[in-house]
C-alpha cells in the first residue's frame, strides 16, 4: 500500500499508473465497515483501488463538529492495509485548494432542501471537494454510500453536468446488529446512546411495514417525530419522503411507487442521517 500526499506527487504517479482501471472512495477517515464495504467493492471491480481521506473543513457548516470529527488516520490505515487498499491519499488542505476556487454548478434546488436547508454550503462543499479529487485521482469507478442520500444524487448530476467520464457506484447500507447505520460520528455516542439511536432505523422500519396506499405521508412524517421524540436524547430535526431519482418530495403513497424515506435526527449534540427504501 502506498501513501501520497501531495497532489503533485499524485500527478507523477498518475503518469506511470494511467493504463489502470481506477476505483476510488472518497472518505473522511475514522473508517468502519461502511467505509470498508466500498473499499472491498472497488478492489473486486477494479485493477487500482485509490483510498482518499480528507476531512474537508469546507463542507462543514458547524465549526465544534469540525472540530470534534473524529480523527485516527493510523488505525485507518492499519485497516486499509489489512483490505489491500493500493494507494491512500492523504492530502492537506492548504495543497489540495491551492489556485483551485471550486465548481460551479446547477443544483437544481438539491442543495436547499432536506440536508441542504439544515446545513447551508455543506453540498457545495461536498462538490468542491470531490469535484478537485475526481481531477487528480482521475477514476474510472467512484463508490459512495446510499447512507448520504443526497450527495449521491449530488454527485450523480455533478458528474453529469461536468461531463467527467466516471461511474459512481452507489452502495448499501452497512449498519450495525442493532440496526443503527455505521457512521464515523458513531465514535462520539455512548453504548447507550448507540443503543436508543437503533431506534432511528426500528422506526423506519415499522414505517415501511405499516404505509398503505392512499394515506398521506404527513401522517408518518408526524408518527416518525414522534416515535422519536419519545426516546431519551432523540430529536427528530426532519423526515421526508421523496423520489428516489429526482428527490422530489412525495406527499401521497400511491399505487406501484419507490420511495424513499429519509431522516435526520440529532441524539444529543451528535446529528444522525439515515433513509430506507419503501416500495408499495
Ligand atoms: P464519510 O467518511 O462519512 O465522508 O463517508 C465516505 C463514504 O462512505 C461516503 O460515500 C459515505 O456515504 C460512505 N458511508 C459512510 N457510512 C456508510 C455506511 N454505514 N454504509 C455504507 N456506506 C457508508
Same mark, same amino acid.
Given at each position: 500500500?502506498?501513501?501520497? &500526499? ?15 482501471? /481506477?476505483?476510488?472512495?472518497? /472518505? ?15 478492489? #473486486?471491480?477494479?485493477?487500482? /483501488? ?13 465549526? @465544534?463538529?469540525?472540530? &470534534?470529527?473524529?480523527?485516527? @488516520?493510523?488505525?485507518?490505515? /492499519? ?67 446510499? &447512507? ?6 449530488? #454527485? ?26 455505521? !457512521? ?13 439511536? !437503533? ?46 431519482? @429526482?428527490? &422530489?418530495? #412525495? ?21 444522525? #442521517? ?7
Amino acid at each position: 500500500m502506498r501513501i501520497i &500526499k501531495k497532489v503533485e506527487e499524485y500527478r507523477n504517479f498518475l503518469d506511470e499508473s494511467k493504463k489502470m482501471q /481506477t476505483g476510488f472512495v472518497p /472518505t473522511m477517515g475514522a473508517l468502519h465497515e461502511g467505509h470498508l464495504s466500498l473499499v472491498r467493492k472497488s478492489k #473486486i471491480e477494479n485493477e487500482l /483501488t485509490v483510498v482518499s481521506i480528507f476531512i474537508n473543513p469546507r463542507q462543514f457548516n458547524d465549526r @465544534t463538529d469540525y472540530e &470534534k470529527y473524529p480523527r485516527n @488516520t493510523e488505525h485507518d490505515l /492499519t485497516l486499509l492495509e489489512e483490505n489491500d487498499c493500493d494507494i491512500v491519499f492523504l492530502p492537506e488542505t492548504e495543497d489540495i485548494y491551492k489556485g483551485y476556487n471550486g465548481f460551479e454548478m446547477d443544483f437544481k434546488g438539491l442543495d436547499s432542501i432536506y440536508e441542504g436547508k439544515y446545513r447551508p454550503g455543506h453540498f457545495q462543499g461536498v462538490v468542491d471537494i470531490v469535484y478537485r479529487l475526481f481531477d487528480i485521482v482521475k477514476p474510472d469507478n467512484a463508490y459512495f454510500g446510499k &447512507k448520504d442520500f443526497q450527495q449521491l444524487a449530488i #454527485i450523480k448530476l455533478m458528474v453529469q453536468q461536468a461531463n467527467l467520464p466516471i461511474n459512481i457506484i452507489p452502495c448499501e447500507i452497512i449498519r450495525e446488529p442493532s440496526g443503527l447505520a455505521m !457512521s464515523s460520528r458513531n465514535q462520539r455516542l455512548t453504548d447507550e446512546q448507540k443503543e436508543i439511536a !437503533s431506534n432511528i432505523y426500528k422506526t423506519m422500519l415499522k414505517i415501511k411495514e405499516s404505509v398503505k396506499v392512499g394515506e398521506s405521508c404527513d401522517k408518518w412524517i408526524n408518527f416518525f417525530e414522534k416515535e422519536i421524540n419519545n426516546f431519551a436524547f432523540l430529536k427528530c430535526e426532519y423526515a421526508a419522503f421523496c423520489d428516489p431519482e @429526482t428527490l &422530489k418530495p #412525495i406527499y401521497f403513497f400511491e399505487e406501484n411507487q419507490g420511495i424513499q424515506l429519509c431522516v435526520a435526527v440529532w441524539c444529543d449534540k451528535i446529528r444522525l #442521517i439515515d433513509n430506507i427504501f419503501l416500495q408499495l
